[in-house]
């Protein structure tokens, strides 16, 4: 590890102070506005401090820092982790070198779900046959087909009774009720009272309800408003027949989409089985529980990645902590079968930053190689053998959020065949300042029509992100007050599945 106060780590810094001045100079302007949650301009967008940015201005390339800061971090790189030729990290007037070969953001989406598509073998995506219990959130890899007529027979929509012909009607003295076996047949003039659901005897014409009759001291039945010939009443069929597709391959199992499937005969659905996820934390300064000490640091990605890569629709297998041991590194990744293996920090070019020495070890392609996007840049994807993949996170915990919805979000979401969600933007209430070069991930609250930029978004910070409902897509120089942007829904906030952390 580099020593603090080296020439290295001075250099390091350097381009950090040069980002932050570009990005205050070339962004639309300071956020403005009355939102208690508006952007401020913070250290890491000003040279203050001593000429040193705050401790998450180091985009995960150095030094233990607050929260999850603890990869990428070691030795002269370029703004994508990766040195130069002379230890050097690109020209303070134009962007690195590596920007022209980091992939942008957009196209690293999109790289991830044609990855998917491509993937997965056929005995890994051969589909399961799954008990209705165990099947929500997954896709169906077959049609939903109506084993039954719905209803399967002529039932009562409502509490009151059943009668036949025109009223009055004599009451019959016992009562129809929902499953029982058919009941008597009716002939006119005749009622019987009837529950919800039941069965409706053979003769009836109306259901009448219990607030429209009255009997009187005869059990003699009379109707207090007009009746419609078959109101009420719920027919055979009529919402469908045994052999009509009722749902399409493809469907994501709702609660609602499990009830159908309950209603029309299914014990199980014939589902796309969840991609399987090892999760592999890297890093020696990392504590498991415990107030940081030592130089030591909690582990905040540990606890947060299985339960996030759950909402996304993955089966989260193992959650390993390697430390920075490159051979259990490699032991690690060689002996998953794991459809993805998702890694935590380690993706620069350091003494102890060892996944890209590991991948090229095992020939692994890298599809990947950093993205043009801030927090996160120094993620990366890569095929391994098999048609599995791996998703490398940078290591501050924001900044993984950024890798884990650019890069393995679309990956996992095509391999489950869940359906991609609708694209949509809103205004922003308050300026945001962008990276003159990289798109941005800015965490925002949703207010009415328009979103609110929250503060403590740094890359190592997970104050922002804990009290968002969505990321804003910041394009480079930034987004003016009013201006929309497109928005990445966090899985708990958005209105479909991803609720289901299980």
């Known amino acids: 590890m580099t020593s603090p106060g080296t020439r290295a780590d001075e250099e390091a810094d350097d381009l950090d102070v040069e980002e932050a001045l570009a990005l205050v100079n070339e962004a639309p302007g300071p956020p403005h506005g009355d939102h208690d949650h508006a952007v401020p301009p913070t250290q890491a967008e000003h040279p203050h401090s001593h000429g040193r940015p705050d401790s998450q201005s180091h985009h995960d390339r150095h030094g233990p820092q607050d929260g999850q800061s603890h990869h990428d971090r070691h030795g002269p790189q370029d703004s994508h982790g990766q040195p130069d030729r002379h230890g050097h990290r690109g020209a303070p007037h134009g962007p690195p070198e590596s920007h022209h070969r980091a992939t942008p953001w957009p196209e690293a989406r999109a790289t991830a779900e044609r990855a998917a598509r491509t993937a997965a073998r056929a005995d890994r995506r051969t589909p399961v046959s799954v008990p209705l219990d165990a099947a929500l959130g997954l896709s169906l890899a077959a049609p939903l087909t109506a084993l039954t007529d719905l209803p399967p027979f002529d039932t009562s929509a409502m509490d009151g009774w059943a009668v036949a012909g025109p009223g009055p009607w004599t009451v019959r003295d016992k009562g129809v009720l929902a499953g029982h076996a058919e009941p008597a047949p009716l002939t006119d003039g005749e009622a019987v009272r009837i529950a919800t659901g039941a069965r409706i005897p053979v003769g009836a014409t109306v259901v009448l309800r219990t607030e429209h009759g009255r009997t009187d001291g005869k059990d003699r039945l009379q109707a207090t408003r007009g009746v419609v010939h078959g109101q009420d009443i719920r027919p055979r069929g009529q919402e469908c027949r045994s052999g009509d597709q009722l749902l399409p391959v493809g469907t994501l199992a709702t609660p609602a989409v499990l009830g159908l499937a309950a209603a029309a005969g299914y014990d199980t659905l014939t589902a796309v089985p969840r991609p399987r996820v090892d999760v592999l934390v890297l890093g020696d300064e990392l504590l498991t529980e415990g107030l940081p000490h030592d130089g030591l640091i909690r582990d905040a990605l540990g606890p947060m990645l299985p339960p996030w890569l759950r909402a996304l629709g993955a089966e989260v297998r193992a959650v390993r902590r390697i ?75 924001l900044a ?72 804003a897509v910041v394009p480079p120089g930034g987004a003016r007050s009013g201006q929309e942007a497109e928005l990445l829904d966090l899985p708990w906030a958005a209105d479909g599945i991803g609720v289901c952390f299980t």
Request: aromatic residues 2%; glycine residues 10%; without cysteine.
């Open 400 to 471: 993984a959020v950024s890798g884990l919805l650019t890069l393995a979000e679309p990956l996992l979401r095509t391999l489950a065949a869940r359906p991609a969600p609708e694209p949509y933007a809103l205004p922003l209430r308050d300026a945001v300042h962008g990276h003159p070069y990289d798109t941005r991930l800015v965490p925002v609250v949703l207010r009415g029509d328009g979103a609110v930029p929250l503060r403590y978004n740094g890359p190592a910070m997970l104050r922002g992100i804990a009290a968002a409902d969505a990321l």
């Open 323 to 397: 430390g920075d041991d490159a051979k259990a590194l490699h032991r690690a990744i060689t002996t998953s079968a794991a459809d993805l293996i998702v890694t935590t920090g380690g993706t620069a070019a350091g003494p102890v930053d060892h996944v890209h020495p590991v991948l090229r070890r095992i020939d692994a392609e890298l599809l990947v190689d950093g993205v043009k996007v801030r927090p996160g840049h120094p993620m990366l994807l890569a095929r391994l053998k098999d048609d599995r993949h791996l998703v490398g996170l940078p290591g501050n915990p």
